[in-house]
Structures are given as structure tokens and as C-alpha cells.
């Protein structure tokens, strides 16, 4: 059967979310996963499982942001992962540049390439107020530059844009989403620090929602 | 000194006028070449050859898209390039999908690392007919989301947008451009095959600018 869509799925939580989300919609799912430079590389392992779990069919495309960009903490080669609450600075050190144009461009190719004309993306509300390119005038502009850079006019899709994280839990509580299966933490250790600005937040969402993490 | 601006060189006659052009301004770019798994790496050695006869900085980022797009003619591992005048037919198997998108969107990053707000490329009018991602409605699309999407507010600037290629020739006349160490071919041969699309294009270019090309 032919891939109706195609998913950017990190194995982080919101994405995770969203796989299911879309699925629930009755569409028939391509996933890709960006190996490109993370430390936490653990949550590509999670999406390998989650495809497996969901029976669908999984691109793991590598692309060496990190040869690239010196600079941020997220990075092989970067500097440390920032502790505590997300503050602006903090959280700047994480950001790699413009990554989500730069992965939201090659899929936009990978969809050009197999005459697919949907991508969706896990962007939330609680990402906007650091990361500008998860911001809704952004995947606006993004996805009006792959519609007219594109013959398939490929359109990004970014279901949960206004959505806190909590909400996004709370979705993944009514699709059942085994929570176990997606990974939050920057770093690249054997369990979640617990301490860095996305262990914080995802904590935060579980319990604004009113539900468990598994991993907890 | 810092850079004032970014312009991705591919080596190619285009970009390199591009190159002559912003220095006619007076602004010093920094020089971005994308070595992105095209057969033609010929042109990547004539972009380092215009970074050193410009005394310029030069980056040549590695980016393997012919591991991610298995079909493109243009890319090593994919079919032949065709040969004779672009059609659409022919020029479609030369299309690496929704390249400029993604080149435009690493060098974004590259210019948000650096703390560098413009962006040029040369895009010009005779690829727009296949190409969308020449067209202008695109270079504004993507510019928006380049401008959005970063911190630094990334602007993406083509000023041979509204030109024909032969404009673009006599421009380089204009500015004394070393056509020698410019690269159009699209296969990766000694000398240029004279036959593909770009190689009758640029014959066609200089013919129409009254100029002579030192290759032929």
C-alpha cells in the first residue's frame, strides 16, 4: 500500500504522539528519523521501536548536522547540556541552527522523491516562546516555501501548533500511546537525567495532564 | 574582518558571477560550497579556485544527499544525464528533489551560527521553467521562513532572479569574471561533454551575450 503522508518522528514524545494521532485519522503513515549529529541518540532507537509497534514504514535518514555546526550543546562535539527549568539562555545553547528547516527541507524532498504531498511535524505552543521555528508564522512560511519549491506542492502539517505539551500527553493518554517507547532527555545517558531543561518539561506536562510517565 | 554576508558558490557560472557581483557592492562574503554527492564535483575545485583568486573564506560543507535521493540523474549512483537542449522531460531526471530548499536551509543555519543576517544565491529566469525552486514566488516563500525561522532573521537575496542567463553573461563581462574557473556540465567528465542541457544552455548564454566563452 502507498504511504499517504509522511512524519518527521524524532522517538521524542510529541512526535510519538503525533504518529498515532495521525494514524487515528485513518492515513497511512511514512516515518522518517534524522540521525543527524544528536547525542541523545537513544530516541532513535525508540522510533525504530515505535515503527516496529505500529507496523509502519521507517526511513532513517543520516545527515551530519553536527560536522556542520560546532556549537550547540545538542550536538556531538558540543558543549554540556544545560540543567534545570528552560530559561532563554539555557535553552539557546540547545538549539541547533534552524535544524527543523533543514529537516522539514530534506523531507519535503523525500516526499517530492515518492509523490507525496503531506508532512506533518510534532511543533507544540510550548516550544515558541525559545525555538522561532516552532513558531506558527514559521510553519506558515515553511510550508508555503515547499509548496512552491516542490512539483507535488508538499505541505507541512503541524496538527498540535497550538497545543501545550500537556495537551499532547493528554492525546497520547486517548490513543493509548505507550509513553515508554519515546525519549525526552538531551543527553545521551542510559536513563532520563531528569535534570535538563526537556526531563523538566516533560515532567511538568505529565503532571499538568493528570497522568503518569512510565518512566517515572 | 567578519563577513557580511553568505553566497552559496557552487562554482558554476552563476554563482560565481554572483560572487563578483555582491564584492562590486562592497560587501565580503563568505563563501559556502555544498558538497552534496553531485557527479560534477568539478565545479566544487573551480569554487575553490574563485575563493583564492578572491582571497575570500570558503567553506565547503559536506552534505550526502545522494545517500537520501536515489533517482536524481544529477547525483552519483543515479541514472545518465541526458543529453541535447533541456526538456521538461529531460531536465525533470536532473532534479535533485527540493535541492535549493535544502542547500538554502543548511547555509541559513550556517549564517545564523555565525551571526550573519543575508544570504544570496543565484537563482536567474531561464531555470524557472522547470526548476520551481528558482522561481520567485519560492525565493520569497523561502526567504520568509529563513526570516522567521531564525534568530538572526535570515534573509535570502537573488539578485538574478528577474535575469535571463545571458544577462547573467554579460554581467560577468562586465566584471571581468575568469570564465575559465567557472563549471557548467553536469557530468563529471575532464572537459565539458558540450552536449548535456546546461552545457547547450551556457553556449546558447554566450552566443546571446556576444561573448566568448574561453572553454569553447
Known amino acids: 500500500m502507498d504511504d499517504d503522508c509522511i512524519i518527521i518522528l524524532s522517538g521524542g ?19 522518517l528519523t534524522f540521525d543527524y549529529g544528536q547525542k541523545h541518540t537513544k530516541e532513535i532507537a525508540m522510533a525504530k521501536q515505535t515503527a516496529e509497534v ?17 556549537y550547540s550543546s545538542l550536538l556531538k562535539g558540543g558543549s554540556d547540556i544545560p540543567e534545570g527549568r528552560y530559561t532563554k ?5 540547545t538549539v541547533v541552527p ?13 516526499a517530492e522523491d515518492r509523490g507525496i ?8 505552543s510550548n ?7 516552532c513558531r506558527p508564522e514559521f510553519i506558515d512560511a515553511v510550508s508555503e516555501a515547499t509548496k512552491k519549491g516542490t512539483y507535488n506542492n508538499v505541505e507541512i502539517i503541524a496538527p498540535f501548533k497550538e497545543c501545550t ?38 515532567k511538568e506536562a505529565f503532571k499538568l495532564a493528570g497522568a503518569k510517565d512510565p518512566g517515572d
Open 117 to 124: 504531498s503531506k508532512l506533518y511535524y510534532g511543533a507544540h
Open 98 to 110: 534552524n535544524r527543523n528547516m533543514i529537516l522539514l527541507a530534506v523531507a519535503a524532498g523525500v
Open 165 to 202: 505539551k500537556a495537551e499532547v500527553v493528554k492525546e497520547g493518554v486517548r490513543l493509548d500511546v505507550p509513553f515508554k517507547n519515546t525519549w525526552s532527555c538531551y543527553k545521551g545517558e542510559k536513563t532520563p537525567c531528569g535534570k535538563c531543561g526537556t526531563c523538566v518539561e516533560r
Open 13 to 31: 514524545l510529541d512526535s510519538t504522539v503525533l504518529a498515532y494521532h495521525v494514524l487515528d485519522k485513518g492515513l497511512r503513515p511514512l516515518l
Open 89 to 93: 539562555e539555557s535553552q539557546r545553547s
Open 54 to 70: 505500529l507496523n509502519l514504514r521507517h526511513l532513517v535518514i543520516r545527515l551530519p548536522l553536527n560536522e556542520i555546526f560546532k
Open 127 to 133: 516550544d515558541r516562546a525559545i525555538y522561532p521555528d
